[in-house]
């Protein structure tokens, strides 16, 4: 059986082992299932090198065409490396030859599945927890503890002690996001220098609150329809921060977070309840917002655009030079599907 504990998960897909070769991602925390599942995907293409080739199945490729999974992983790159098929949803009609995969053992490539909507109980979950070549990795979001926890054990695998109080504002700041966290401890490390302590004081010097306003400035502007405004505060956080992938990270998760809950309003939940439900919880201020977008968009323009976010992180990292005008172009689109919606 293989099921990481929730302690033990972070580890497990720092350095998977080597007989694992399928990964399902599960859970009622979208956010944590497509940020592990990211983290993962770039961990294996690090292993297997630059002739690894990932495949990237979205809702529309799976609804058409579901035995792509298995072809996929029983054909050769056509780059002569190992291939990395990643599912970014887990519909239905993908179920059956997931089955079939959990009864064979996958030599071929490796599988990534995120399954945003699957419960524990699941038969094709049973499946790929009994399999020995197989892992599910249950996601079910970041408290203040777990991530205060994460923060604290960053530091001190580079020699720095984060004091509790200190850590907790970090997962606060980020409103809980590990990804997010992740940046900013990093920040605190090297501004804390030759000093190894970092408290309470630090975090309030080096994250002021200016950068996590601004991204979601940024990201609510985008999917409010508002392009010149958006791209107006992205140019304002370019100055300072010169990155942009954390625009694209939150973004990301942004969207995810609304597919979530334009999905479950679809299926007849209020849009009130679904918003509560969400995991980490929701800012209270930024619970309207959230629902004013949530009645703008739809689920499937979301989960097209969520697909087209992965080749733009992508491109970015391939193309560093022109990074600014890429995620610029992006937020346009985004602001402009949606006024369109």
């Not at 035995?67 to 239905?92: A, D, H, N, Y």
């Not at 205060?148 to 980020?174: F, K």
């Not at 804390?192 to 306003?213: K, N, W």
Request: hydrophobic letters at 50%; a neutral charge; glycine letters at 6%.
């Amino acid at each position: 059986m293989v099921a990481p504990s929730v302690a033990s998960a972070a580890k497990f897909l720092s350095t998977p082992p080597g007989a694992v070769r399928g990964f399902l991602f599960y859970g009622s925390d979208s956010l944590q299932i497509a940020a592990r599942a990211e983290a993962l995907v770039r961990t294996l293409e690090g292993k297997l090198g630059p002739d690894a080739e990932i495949i990237r199945l979205h809702d529309a490729d799976l609804a058409a065409a579901p035995e792509r999974i298995t072809v996929e992983l029983s054909t050769g790159s056509l780059f002569g490396g190992t291939k990395i098929v990643w599912l970014t949803s887990c519909p239905l009609k993908a179920h059956a030859p997931l089955g079939k995969i959990a009864e064979t053992a996958l030599e071929g490539g490796y599988l990534v599945v995120q399954a945003p909507d699957m419960r524990k109980g699941h038969k094709l979950l049973a499946a790929f927890e009994a399999a020995s070549h197989l892992a599910a990795i249950a996601s079910h979001g970041e408290d203040e503890q777990s991530l205060g926890t994460a923060i604290r054990q960053r530091a001190q695998a580079q020699g720095y002690e984060i004091a509790p109080d200190a850590a907790a504002l970090v997962a606060v700041r980020c409103d809980f996001s590990a990804l997010l966290a992740q940046s900013e401890t990093e920040k605190l490390i090297t501004y804390a220098g030759q000093e190894r302590r970092i408290a309470l004081e630090d975090v309030e010097a080096c994250l002021a609150d200016q950068q996590t306003a601004g991204l979601s400035e940024i990201v609510d502007f985008a999917l409010n329809g508002e392009g010149r405004k958006a791209l107006l505060a992205f140019e304002r956080f370019m100055v300072a921060e010169q990155n942009v992938t954390p625009v694209l990270v939150v973004l990301g998760q942004a969207m995810l977070r609304l597919h979530a809950v334009r999905t479950a309003a679809d299926a007849g939940t209020p849009l009130a309840q679904a918003i509560k439900e969400l995991r980490p919880p929701v800012f209270f201020k930024q619970q309207d917002v959230l629902a004013a977008q949530a009645r703008r968009w739809t689920a499937l323009a979301l989960s097209a655009h969520i697909g087209r976010l992965n080749m733009v992180l992508k491109e970015t990292r391939l193309r560093p030079a022109l990074d600014h005008d890429i995620a610029a172009d992006f937020l346009i689109a985004i602001a402009k599907e949606a006024r369109r919606q």
